[in-house]
């Protein structure tokens, strides 16, 4: 089973709740603006920073692991969000690109066919009427 997988199952077992407007589960963190996700990730990670200790003889942390996996959660969607953000801006670059090339392909086309000769022009649109 992959980590990803896992930690969703995780938060449905757990049934995680995110403090935000109210309090929301995981399936609606995939609707928040990416600037609430972020805030969000802030505010778990302050949290965080809260329950941990700088001490040398306890060295470990005593972080609530649910409040861990908030983290992850987050940070996974954030990073998918992103991805397919990129994706759209380099999609509408990649359409923009290929009007521009069919306008110029057009521009060539026009421009073959005004340095035909009339006759050829008047040979093409009879053969158009048979």
């Given at each position: 089973?992959?980590?990803?997988?896992?930690?969703?199952e995780q938060a449905t077992r757990m049934k995680l709740r995110f403090p935000t407007v109210g309090t929301i589960g995981?399936?609606?963190?995939?609707?928040?603006?990416?600037?609430?996700?972020?805030?969000?990730?802030?505010?778990?990670?302050?949290?965080?920073?809260?329950?941990?200790?700088?001490?040398?003889?306890?060295?470990?942390?005593?972080?609530?692991?649910?409040?861990?996996?908030?983290?992850?959660?987050?940070?996974?969607?954030?990073?998918?969000?992103?991805?397919?953000?990129?994706?759209?801006?380099?999609?509408?670059?990649?359409?923009?690109?290929?009007?521009?090339?069919?306008?110029?392909?057009?521009?060539?086309?026009?421009?073959?066919?005004?340095?035909?000769?009339?006759?050829?022009?008047?040979?093409?649109?009879?053969?158009?009427?048979?």
């Amino acid at each position: 089973m992959n980590t990803t997988t896992n930690i969703f199952e995780q938060a449905t077992r757990m049934k995680l709740r995110f403090p935000t407007v109210g309090t929301i589960g995981v399936e609606d963190l995939w609707d928040l603006r990416l600037n609430l996700l972020d805030k969000l990730h802030q505010d778990l990670m302050k949290q965080i920073r809260a329950t941990q200790e700088d001490s040398l003889l306890t060295p470990e942390q005593n972080t609530d692991p649910a409040l861990l996996l908030s983290v992850e959660i987050v940070r996974y969607i954030v990073g998918v969000r992103l991805a397919e953000k990129e994706g759209r801006t380099e999609a509408a670059a990649k359409k923009a690109k290929i009007y521009e090339l069919e306008a110029l392909i057009a521009e060539k086309q026009a421009k073959e066919m005004l340095d035909k000769p009339l006759e050829e022009l008047l040979a093409m649109r009879a053969a158009l009427d048979e």
